[in-house]
């Protein structure tokens, strides 16, 4: 009687990571984009006397109002102004008791 003894090897690796390489951005850009509320819009005084009417009634006034010019006798606002009229005008009046 023949007896092959046969040995078997098993051999263990770990399995290899794959590196990421990910860019790490510095903390301030160089390349700065002009904001949309810096952009200014020429508008005619009445409106302009329709905004500070609807602002005084809800006692509510922006940083950008100081941002408001007057040249040559056209009134510029910055975009966040005009969006500020549009929140006002959809404002409801409040009852009073």
């Not at 023949?2 to 790490?24: D, E, L, N, S």
């Not at 160089?30 to 006397?49: C, G, N, Q």
Request: a positive charge; hydrophobic letters at 30%.
């Amino acid at each position: 009687m023949m007896v092959f003894i046969t040995g078997c090897t098993i051999t263990v690796t770990p399995i290899a990571k794959t590196t990421h390489y990910y860019r790490h951005h510095p903390a301030s850009s160089k390349h700065r984009t002009t904001a949309k509320s810096s952009k200014l819009v020429t508008v005619e005084p009445d409106w302009l006397e329709q905004y500070r009417k609807m602002e005084s009634e809800v006692k509510y006034k922006i940083p950008a109002d100081d941002k408001i010019k007057t040249d040559d006798g056209k009134i510029q606002v910055p975009q966040s102004v005009i969006d500020h009229f549009n929140d006002l005008s959809r404002v409801e009046a409040t009852p009073k008791p």
